[in-house]
Every structure is written in C-alpha cells, then in structure tokens.
C-alpha cells in the first residue's frame, strides 16, 4: 500500500498544536466520533452494568438495587420451572425448524434452479416474500390461521370432514402451531440462500460428473449436498439463534401469559415478563447471560459438527 | 446468474425440443402450484379484511363475502386512528435511519481507510460486543435509558439504534475497503481535505453499501415491537408494531380482531415495498456475504 507522506509544518509546535494543525491526524476521530459516542453510553455502558446487574436484584421500580451474590443464576437453574419449559421449548422448536425446513428447501431450491423452469425470479419471490413480514404480522396470522370459530386450518378440517380443533387452548399444539408459522415464512428464504450457494459451485465440477455418468439424483446427493455445507452451516446457526431470541411471533400469537396452561414460555418472552411484569430486572439479566451462554455452547458445536464433517471428507 | 448446477447437460447430448419444451411445463407447473399453495393463506386473511362484519366468509377461499372497506375506516377512524402510530414509526424509523447510516459510513470509512492510533482497538471492541445477544443487553439498556431519564422519549429509540448498528459499522467497513486507496491519496495530493474527500469520493463510492444498511435498518426499526414498548408509556406517542400487539391482547369489542388483522396487514406494506425496492442489492449482497 503506498503511503504519501503530508509534509509537517516547518515552525516548530507544541504536540497539541500540531495534532490539530495536521488534518489527517484529527479527523479520524472525528468521524468516528457520533457512532463511537452513542456505542459507549448506549450499548457499551449497558454491558459493563449487564456484569454487575446479573449478581443484583431491583427493589421493585425505586431504582434501588440489592447486592444477592449467586442468588439468580441459582434460582434460573434450580428453582424456576418456567425455564425448563423455555429450555425444552427452545430445543424442541430449533430442531423441528430445521429438521421441516431444510429438506423442504433444499428441493425448492433444486427445482428452482432447473433451466426448464419459466419465470424464475418470480417463483423465488413469492416464497421469499413471506421472510420480509414483521412478526407481529406474522403472529397475527398465525392467530387466524389458527383461530377455532374462522380460522383457515379449522375450515381445511372441517372441509374434510374432520373436527374442529381449540388449537390456542390446547398445550400440545403450542409448539406445532409456531414451527407451521415458522416454516411458512423460513422456508423459501433459506430455499433462496441455498440456490445463491448452488451458484457458487463450478460449472466444471457438475460437467464432470456428468461426463462421469452421474444421475441428477448422484448429482444432487453427492455432489451439491455435500457442496452446499457452508450454506447448510451458516442458516443451521443463524436459525438457532434466531429461535434463542424468538419474540415477536410466540409474543403475538400466544399472548403474554405463555400460552396455554403456561406451556409456551420462551427465553425472551420469560426475560421480558420478569424484567417488566414483576420488576426482577437483575434476575432477567441473569437469565440473559445464560442465555448468551447457551448462545456461544450451540455456536461452538455447531461449527465442530460441519467443520468436523468436512475434514472427514477431505482426508 | 444461477448456475443450474442440477440439471446441466453434455453439450453434445441436448435434449430435444420437444421434451425440453415438455420438461418446462411441468416444472413450471408444480413450481407455479406450489407457489399458490404458498401465498394462498396470506391470500385469504387479506380477503378477510375487505369482508363486511357480521357476513360470514369462508376462510379457505381468498373473496370477501361481501366487499366493504369497513375495517379500513375503523382502524383510521376516530376510535382506534392507526394512522397516527403510523406517522410515529414513520418519524421514528426514519430518523434513526438516516442518523445510525450517517454514523455508521463515517466510522467505517474511517475504520477502513484512515490509519489512526486505536483503531484495531475500536474495531475489536464493536467485534465482541456485536456477540452480546438481545437477551443480554434488553435490562440493563432499559436500566440505563431510565437513568438517562430517556423513557417516554423518541430519543430513547433513535439513540440506541445509532450506537447499536455494530452489524452496520462492519458492513459499512467491508464496502469501504473497496474503494481503491490510491484514488484517496490522488485526492490528497491534489491538496482535497479530509472532508471534501469524504463528501466527494467516499460518499458516492459507497452508494450501494449505504442503501443496504438504511435498508437493513429501516426494516429493523419498523419491524420492532419490544424496545418501543418498553420505551415509550404515553399511548397517543407508541409506535405502529407495539399498538397492534396491545390491541390484538386487549379485544373490547367484536370487531377488534378484524382492526388488529387489517392494521397487521397495513404495517406489512412498508417492508413489502422496501424489499420490492432492494430486492438485487439484498439477495446479491447477502449471498456475498456468506460465500466461501
């Protein structure tokens, strides 16, 4: 890289004076200036009070806070049912997204692609779409889909035949009902990242496996599967943390007293009733770092099992 | 352009006209079917809001039994006047977006091609806190922002979302290391001082990064329901995303429900058309990123 050096100023100055006589030693600063500011009062200052406020607890709205040491970080473990059912929640709703999600998109994206297929883009755009709503858009429809008296899902059973079901009332469909929403609007926008990293495989690498014989299904099997790993890694962690800070939709679509028979907490809904229902803000901020700690556990093995699948290939 | 990795051929074995032209009207159909499948929900929940109250509509088919824009005209009318926390999320979203994007390609113009001391510094430091999730910093930043005295505040919403685009100041600082350092330096020795620099080469050489990341925090900051329901306490000032969640937990009367769903669909809109609007930029940018 080449460096032109400024000529300095020919009088000599004090070091203050000439930091400001030379533009280019200041205005770095400068325009770093208003992010660097509002991050250290609004985002910087808040974490280093995150480490102290986890050990306290809020005496009630005062202002007022109690030192309690262990207290909360042994309570969210041991003595909080609400965090079980977060916690098996969190898992039960990660695993059934991917496990409905990534099969389904994978197909899309390969039928996507397929050069006999008209109108692409516009294909790719309607199951994008549903990705870019809110979720408070999103937990309002899955609230009518869902409805008893006129919601869509009642009046497909009905049209079959079938009963209608209290789907809000009963606890058993609460996480069912939110991997249907979650699927509806994921599905194609991971459809969509998988064909961006399908564009990323060489040309040279499919023309030889067709010259070697290969079928479309070897071909998609053995060869863009294993290919599309980054991919498959990079919307397995995203989507994981997603589901960790999931709000909006189970928020909207459950209500705020976590569903039916209180089956429905999720970590953030949990985090939010605590800190703002029963004023208990440094109890919330302690299950906000376990939080954060199950954030880095998931990421971590996440990354060993594709790394871990990869090196296997290699050797 | 997407290469069809699957379906690819041996140039010298092409098929026929005929069966390739085949070939295209059964995917096009099943993607076509599929599709409709698809938006069809969202369909009939939008049929749903131009039905008349009181008619009952079969939910499985997207036409209103009977047309009425009645729903619209309660949800502007006096009673429940959406309109005004439309205005609010409109004052709010696009206030943050123009100051956070104003910040973020200053510090990451400034990160990417000026060299000062404590640069590594800073950008590590926005690196690592970039990890703290939502669920960490909710407390402590309400905490803070009470202290401030910044609650019932719209500066309580704009300021945080100036200073908590770490995403946008890395972004920012990718796009930035594009641009090519020898066409500073020319500028420099032309004698342009830093600011010229930055208003004339750096501004608009950095067009496309900046429409993403306004775009990105647009969308963020319309999209948002929990920081401006903690935020703001005085109803008349809340924001368009936290006032349909309270209605839609607080249903009165019987046509409630139907306000809460035309109001849900309404607010839908604006990342609809920003996504219309940016729909190359996103998903180019977006699949660069996770490339490799």
Redo the contacts between chains.
Sequence with gaps: ??S?A?PGPTKRHSSVQKFFSD???W???L??A??????????????L??VV?GFQE?LGYT?KWEWVGLANFVEALTNDSRMGIALKNFVYFTVGSLATQLPCAFV?A???????????S??R??????S??????M???G???FSKT???AN??LV?FGGPRVDWAGLAQFIIPNLLVIAF?QWM?NHA??L???????G?EI??AA??DGAS?WQ??RY??LPLLK??FA?ISITAA?GS??N??VP??FL??GGGARGKGWF??TH??QM??GQFR?GY??A???L??FI??VITILQLRLYEFRLGKEEA | ??????????PQARPKIGL?RL??I???T???I??LV??W??L??LA?TFNKLDVV????IPIPAKFSLQFYQLMLGEKYHFQDYIMNSVVVSVSTTV?SA???T??G???AK???PG?GL?FS??IG?M??????????????M???KLVNSYWGLI??G?????FG?FLMRQFMLNIP??ML?AA??DGA???AL?SRIVLPNAKAGIGVIATLSL?GN??A??WPQ?IITDPARQLL?PQ??LH??MMVEVWAIHV??TA??V??IV??A??AYS?RHF?ST??GA???
């Design positions: 890289m080449a032109i400024v533009q280019t030693k205005t770095p600063y325009f770093v208003p992010f660097f500011i509002t991050f250290a009062i609004f985002t910087l200052y808040p974490m009070r995150a406020m809020s202002g899309l390969l039928l996507l692609t397929s050069p006999a297929l008209k109108a692409k516009l294909w755009t309607l199951f994008f779409i549903p870019v709503l809110p979720g408070v858009t937990g309002i429809i609230g009518w889909f006129h919601g869509f009046a497909l049209a509806w194609g969509v990242f064909i961006a990293g399908m564009s990323g495989i040309d499919i023309e067709i010259v479309p071909r998609a060869i863009i980054p991919v990079y943390a960790l800070m709000f909006e928020y909207v209500g705020t970590f953030m985090i939010q800190a703002f803000m919330a901020t299950i906000g770092w939080v954060f954030a880095v | 352009m997407v290469t069809p990795a699957l379906f690819m051929q041996r390739f070939r295209a059964v995917t096009t099943i993607a076509a599929l599709a698809f938006v929900p969202f009939c929940i749903a509509m079969n939910p499985l100051l104003l910040a973020s200053l510090s113009y400034a990160l000026l060299r000062f640069r800073l430091i926005i806190v990890l703290l999730p939502t669920a960490t910093m909710l407390v402590p930043q309400f905490v803070v009470r202290e401030l300021l945080p100036v200073g908590g685009g770490a100041i350092t020898e330096e420099r020795m001082n830093e600011f930055f969308r319309w999209n329901l929990l903690l995303m349909i969640a839609n937990n809460v769903r849900s669909l607010a839908a990342p609809l920003l996504y729909q998903v977006l699949a996770i490339k490799g």
